[in-house]
C-alpha cells in the first residue's frame, strides 16, 4: 500500500501546528494520531525524504496513466528535464524510439499483474536530444485506493556501456584505420556465405597487398607507412557497397568481402576498380608516390564453402598475383597441385617476411680446440614470422632457392652479420670471425663479390673476421668460376670455408687451386665419429688432408664430450655443435663472451 509520505507527512505537521488534526491525504492517513506517533511518522519521512533525494540513482513514482508523480533530483540530472516537466511526459515518451516496443510490452504485463518487476537496460532521450544508457528497475504496487503505481529506479550507465562499445570496437577493428579486423571479417564472411547459400549467388573473397610496401616504409619511415595504410583502406572502401566489408588483415593487407554475387564478373569489375583507385598519385611527405596492389580471389562456392579456406584460396591466389608482376588481379586455380600451391604461399609468405623484417639470425659459437676460446660465430637464419612460431632455415631455404628468392635474402643476412660484427668489435668484445653460409644461387650471382665489397665498405666490418661458408657441391658446379670468385674474395681479404666437407665429391685439383682458409666436416660424419669405425676414419682423414694442405678443420655438430675429446686427440682445430651451444641471438653471445 502506498501512501505519499510527503503529502502525509506535510499535512500532519501543519494540522500539529495549528491544533488539530484532520485526515489530510485524502482519507488514507490516520486521522487521529498521537504526538508520539506523529514525531516518529516526521523522523521516518525526513529519513525517506533524504534518502529520496540524495539518492545516487534516479527514482520516480509513476502514476497509473505512465507520468511520474513525483521524481529526485538524480532522475532529473539523467534526463535533463525538471519534475514539472517530466510529470507532463509518459515513460514511454522518455524512452529511446528502438527501445520502446520493447518497453510497451513489458508494462502491459506490469499492469495485468503477470509481472512484479523488471529489470533492463535501454536508452532514454534527454531532453538534449542524446541517448542515455540506463539500467531500469520497474515494481509495481496498488495504492491506498487501489490505483496502480510504479516505482521506477534507473542507474545512469552511459559510461559503462561507452567503455563496453570501445572494448567491442578495439577487438573487432583494426586501431589504425577503423576498419574491421580479421575477426570481425570472418563474422562477415560467414553471414555472407550464409546468405549466398540461401540465394544461391556468389560470395568474392579478395585478398589486396600492397606492392613493394616496404620500399615505402624504409624510403619515408614508418609514420608515412601508416598514412599509405590509411589511405589505401579508405581508397579501398570507396569502390564497395554499404553491405560489402573491407578489413584490414595486418601490415599492408586487407581483405575484401563482396556478396550476393550474380556472375564472377561482378568480382573481376569490383577488383580492377580497386587497382585502378590503388594506383592514383599520393603525395606523401612533399613526394608523389603510386601505390600499387596484387589482389587474391577466391569465389564461394567455387573455391570454397567455409571461411577458412576461401581466404586461404584467396591468399594463394594474391601470391600468383604478385609473382605475375603485381598490379593486377588473379583468381584461385584448382587445378594447380598441392605442392605448387604449398610453393607459391610460401613463396609469397617469404616475400612478406623480408618486407616486414620478419628474419633473424642467430649465432652459434666456433671454439677453439686447444685453448677452449670462443673464436667465431656462425650466423644461421630463422624466420620468426608475426603470428606464429619460429620457422626454421631447412622448412624454407629449399624454396628461397628454387624461387630466387634467397638471393634478397641472403644478402639480408650478409648485411646483418656484417653490421653485428661491428657492432661486436665497438663494443669492445674480443675480435669474433662472423661466419655466413653463401647458397649455391647467390654464389652464382655475378654481384657476389661487388656485394661483399660494399657491405664490408658501409658497415665497416673487419674483412678479416667475415667468413663465407660454400657447401662442396655449390662449389663443384662450377669449380672454375668458383677458382675466380674465390680469388677476388681472398684478395679484400674475407676467409673462405668449404661447408659440409666430405659430402660431396671434391676434385683434390680443384681444392688445392681454391684459396680457402677451412674445411668444415659435416655433422653427419660427427655424429658418429665414437662408435662408427667407417666415420672415424673419414674425420681422420679429412683433418690429415685438411693439414697437408695448411687449411683449418672445423667440426660441426659436436654434441657430448667423447665426440671432442676424439677431435682434440685428432688435431682437429676448431669445434661448433649443442655439446658448447645451440645457435642463439646476438646478445646470448654477449653474454656467453663476457661470462
Ligand atoms: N644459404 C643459407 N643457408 C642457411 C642460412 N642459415 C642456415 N642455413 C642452412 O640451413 C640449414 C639448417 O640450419 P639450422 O637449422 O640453423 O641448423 C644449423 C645448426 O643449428 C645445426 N647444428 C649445430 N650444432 C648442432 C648439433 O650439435 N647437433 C645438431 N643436430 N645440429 C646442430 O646445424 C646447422 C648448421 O649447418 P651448417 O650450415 O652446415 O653449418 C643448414 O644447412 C644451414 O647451413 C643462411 O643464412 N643462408
Same mark, same amino acid.
Given at each position: 500500500?502506498?501512501?505519499?509520505?510527503?503529502?502525509?507527512?506535510?499535512?500532519?505537521?501543519?494540522?500539529?501546528?495549528?491544533?488539530?488534526?484532520?485526515?489530510?491525504?485524502?482519507?488514507?492517513?490516520?486521522?487521529?494520531?498521537?504526538?508520539?506517533?506523529?514525531?516518529?511518522?516526521?523522523?521516518?519521512?525526513?529519513?525517506?525524504?533524504?534518502?529520496?533525494?540524495?539518492?545516487?540513482?534516479?527514482?520516480?513514482?509513476?502514476?497509473?496513466?505512465g507520468?511520474? #508523480?513525483?521524481?529526485?533530483?538524480?532522475?532529473?540530472?539523467?534526463t535533463?528535464?525538471?519534475?514539472?516537466?517530466?510529470?507532463? =511526459?509518459?515513460?514511454?515518451?522518455?524512452?529511446?524510439?528502438?527501445?520502446?516496443?520493447?518497453?510497451?510490452?513489458?508494462?502491459?504485463?506490469?499492469?495485468?499483474?503477470?509481472?512484479?518487476?523488471?529489470?533492463?537496460?535501454?536508452?532514454?532521450?534527454?531532453?538534449?536530444? !542524446?541517448?542515455?544508457?540506463?539500467?531500469?528497475?520497474?515494481?509495481s504496487?496498488?495504492?491506498?485506493?487501489?490505483?496502480?503505481?510504479?516505482?521506477?529506479?534507473?542507474?545512469?550507465?552511459?559510461?559503462?556501456?561507452?567503455?563496453?562499445?570501445?572494448?567491442?570496437?578495439?577487438?573487432?577493428?583494426?586501431? #589504425?584505420?577503423g576498419?574491421?579486423?580479421?575477426?570481425?571479417?570472418?563474422?562477415?564472411?560467414?553471414?555472407?556465405i550464409?546468405?549466398?547459400?540461401?540465394?544461391?549467388?556468389?560470395?568474392?573473397?579478395?585478398?589486396?597487398?600492397?606492392?613493394?610496401?616496404?620500399n615505402?616504409?624504409?624510403?619515408?619511415?614508418?609514420?608515412?607507412?601508416?598514412?599509405?595504410?590509411?589511405e589505401?583502406?579508405?581508397?579501398?572502401?570507396?569502390?564497395?557497397?554499404?553491405?560489402?566489408?573491407?578489413?584490414?588483415?595486418?601490415?599492408?593487407?586487407?581483405?575484401?568481402?563482396?556478396?550476393?554475387?550474380?556472375?564472377?564478373?561482378?568480382?573481376?569489375?569490383?577488383?580492377?576498380?580497386?587497382?585502378?583507385?590503388?594506383?592514383?598519385?599520393? #603525395?606523401?611527405?612533399?613526394?608523389?608516390?603510386?601505390?600499387?596492389?596484387?589482389?587474391g580471389?577466391?569465389?564461394?562456392?567455387?573455391?570454397?564453402?567455409?571461411?577458412?579456406?576461401? +581466404?586461404?584460396?584467396?591468399?594463394?591466389?594474391?601470391?600468383?598475383?604478385?609473382?605475375?608482376?603485381?598490379?593486377?588481379?588473379?583468381?584461385?586455380?584448382?587445378?594447380?597441385?598441392?605442392?605448387a600451391?604449398?610453393?607459391?604461399?610460401?613463396?609469397?609468405? +617469404?616475400?612478406?617476411?623480408?618486407?616486414?623484417?620478419?628474419?633473424? #639470425?642467430?649465432?652459434?659459437?666456433?671454439?677453439?680446440?686447444?685453448?677452449?676460446?670462443?673464436?667465431?660465430?656462425?650466423?644461421?637464419?630463422?624466420?620468426?614470422?608475426?603470428?606464429?612460431?619460429?620457422?626454421?632455415?631447412?622448412?624454407?631455404?629449399?624454396?628461397?632457392?628454387?624461387?630466387?628468392?634467397?638471393?634478397?635474402?641472403?644478402?639480408?643476412?650478409?648485411?646483418?652479420?656484417?653490421?653485428?660484427?661491428?657492432?661486436?668489435?665497438?663494443?669492445?668484445?674480443?675480435?669474433?670471425?662472423?661466419?655466413?653460409?653463401?647458397?649455391?644461387?647467390?654464389?652464382? !650471382?655475378?654481384?657476389?663479390?661487388?656485394?661483399?665489397?660494399?657491405?664490408?665498405?658501409?658497415t665497416?666490418?673487419?674483412?678479416?673476421? =667475415?667468413?663465407?661458408?660454400?657447401?662442396?657441391?655449390?662449389?663443384?658446379?662450377?669449380?672454375?668460376?668458383?677458382?675466380?670468385?674465390?680469388?677476388?674474395?681472398n684478395?679484400?681479404?674475407?676467409?673462405?670455408?668449404?661447408?659440409?666437407?666430405?659430402?660431396?665429391?671434391?676434385?683434390?685439383?680443384?681444392?688445392?687451386?681454391?684459396?680457402?682458409?677451412?674445411?668444415?666436416?659435416?655433422?653427419?660424419?660427427?655424429?658418429?665419429?665414437t662408435?662408427?669405425?667407417?666415420?672415424?676414419?673419414?674425420?681422420?682423414?679429412?683433418?690429415?688432408?685438411?693439414?697437408?694442405?695448411?687449411?683449418?678443420?672445423?667440426?660441426?655438430?659436436?654434441?657430448?664430450?667423447?665426440?671432442?675429446?676424439?677431435?682434440?686427440? !685428432?688435431?682437429?682445430?676448431?669445434?661448433?655443435?649443442?655439446?658448447?651451444?645451440?645457435?642463439?641471438?646476438?646478445?646470448?653471445?654477449?653474454?656467453?663472451?663476457?661470462?
Amino acid at each position: 500500500m502506498i501512501c505519499d509520505l510527503f503529502e502525509a507527512a506535510d499535512a500532519i505537521a501543519a494540522n500539529l501546528k495549528f491544533g488539530y488534526l484532520a485526515p489530510a491525504c485524502g482519507g488514507t492517513c490516520p486521522a487521529a494520531i498521537d504526538e508520539f506517533d506523529v514525531a516518529l511518522l516526521r523522523e521516518r519521512e525526513e529519513l525517506y525524504r533524504l534518502t529520496f533525494n540524495q539518492a545516487a540513482v534516479g527514482i520516480a513514482h509513476v502514476g497509473a496513466t505512465g507520468r511520474p #508523480l513525483r521524481v529526485n533530483r538524480k532522475y532529473s540530472d539523467i534526463t535533463g528535464y525538471t519534475e514539472a516537466e517530466l510529470q507532463r =511526459l509518459t515513460t514511454v515518451e522518455l524512452t529511446h524510439p528502438d527501445d520502446r516496443a520493447q518497453d510497451e510490452a513489458l508494462q502491459q504485463r506490469l499492469r495485468s499483474g503477470e509481472l512484479a518487476e523488471y529489470s533492463r537496460e535501454k536508452r532514454y532521450l534527454h531532453k538534449n536530444g !542524446h541517448a542515455v544508457w540506463i539500467n531500469v528497475t520497474v515494481s509495481s504496487l496498488l495504492d491506498a485506493a487501489g490505483e496502480r503505481r510504479y516505482i521506477t529506479v534507473v542507474e545512469d550507465i552511459s559510461r559503462r556501456k561507452g567503455a563496453e562499445e570501445t572494448l567491442l570496437r578495439m577487438a573487432s577493428h583494426d586501431a #589504425l584505420t577503423g576498419l574491421p579486423n580479421r575477426l570481425l571479417l570472418e563474422d562477415r564472411l560467414s553471414h555472407a556465405i550464409a546468405h549466398a547459400h540461401r540465394t544461391h549467388t556468389l560470395v568474392a573473397v579478395m585478398f589486396v597487398d600492397l606492392d613493394r610496401f616496404k620500399n615505402i616504409n624504409d624510403s619515408l619511415g614508418h609514420d608515412a607507412g601508416d598514412e599509405v595504410i590509411v589511405e589505401i583502406g579508405r581508397r579501398i572502401g570507396r569502390n564497395l557497397r554499404e553491405t560489402d566489408t573491407a578489413a584490414r588483415q595486418g601490415g599492408d593487407e586487407f581483405v575484401v568481402v563482396l556478396g550476393g554475387l550474380a556472375h564472377e564478373s561482378d568480382a573481376c569489375t569490383v577488383a580492377q576498380k580497386i587497382l585502378d583507385t590503388l594506383c592514383r598519385p599520393m #603525395l606523401l611527405r612533399g613526394q608523389e608516390i603510386f601505390p600499387t596492389g596484387s589482389i587474391g580471389i577466391g569465389l564461394y562456392p567455387r573455391d570454397g564453402t567455409d571461411t577458412p579456406t576461401l +581466404l586461404k584460396n584467396a591468399d594463394t591466389a594474391m601470391y600468383r598475383a604478385k609473382a605475375d608482376g603485381g598490379n593486377q588481379y588473379a583468381f584461385y586455380v584448382h587445378s594447380m597441385s598441392m605442392q605448387a600451391l604449398d610453393s607459391l604461399r610460401m613463396e609469397g609468405a +617469404l616475400r612478406r617476411a623480408l618486407e616486414r623484417d620478419e628474419f633473424r #639470425l642467430h649465432y652459434q659459437p666456433q671454439v677453439d680446440i686447444a685453448t677452449g676460446a670462443v673464436v667465431g660465430v656462425e650466423a644461421l637464419l630463422r624466420w620468426q614470422p608475426q603470428l606464429g612460431p619460429m620457422v626454421p632455415p631447412g622448412d624454407f631455404i629449399p624454396i628461397a632457392e628454387q624461387t630466387g628468392l634467397i638471393v634478397p635474402i641472403g644478402d639480408w643476412v650478409l648485411a646483418t652479420a656484417c653490421a653485428q660484427q661491428k657492432a661486436w668489435r665497438d663494443a669492445g668484445l674480443p675480435p669474433l670471425t662472423v661466419s655466413v653460409n653463401l647458397s649455391a644461387r647467390q654464389f652464382q !650471382h655475378r654481384d657476389l663479390v661487388e656485394l661483399v665489397a660494399r657491405l664490408v665498405r658501409e658497415t665497416g666490418c673487419d674483412p678479416a673476421c =667475415l667468413a663465407l661458408e660454400i657447401t662442396e657441391t655449390a662449389v663443384m658446379e662450377n669449380p672454375q668460376a668458383a677458382v675466380a670468385i674465390f680469388r677476388q674474395l681472398n684478395e679484400m681479404g674475407v676467409q673462405l670455408a668449404i661447408d659440409d666437407f666430405g659430402t660431396g665429391y671434391s676434385s683434390l685439383a680443384y681444392l688445392k687451386r681454391f684459396p680457402i682458409d677451412s674445411l668444415k666436416i659435416d655433422r653427419s660424419f660427427v655424429s658418429d665419429i665414437t662408435h662408427d669405425a667407417d666415420d672415424a676414419a673419414i674425420v681422420h682423414s679429412v683433418i690429415a688432408l685438411a693439414h697437408s694442405m695448411n687449411l683449418k678443420v672445423v667440426a660441426e655438430g659436436v654434441e657430448d664430450a667423447r665426440q671432442l675429446q676424439f677431435l682434440r686427440e !685428432h688435431g682437429c682445430d676448431q669445434m661448433q655443435g649443442y655439446y658448447v651451444s645451440r645457435p642463439v641471438p646476438a646478445a646470448g653471445i654477449e653474454e656467453l663472451l663476457r661470462r
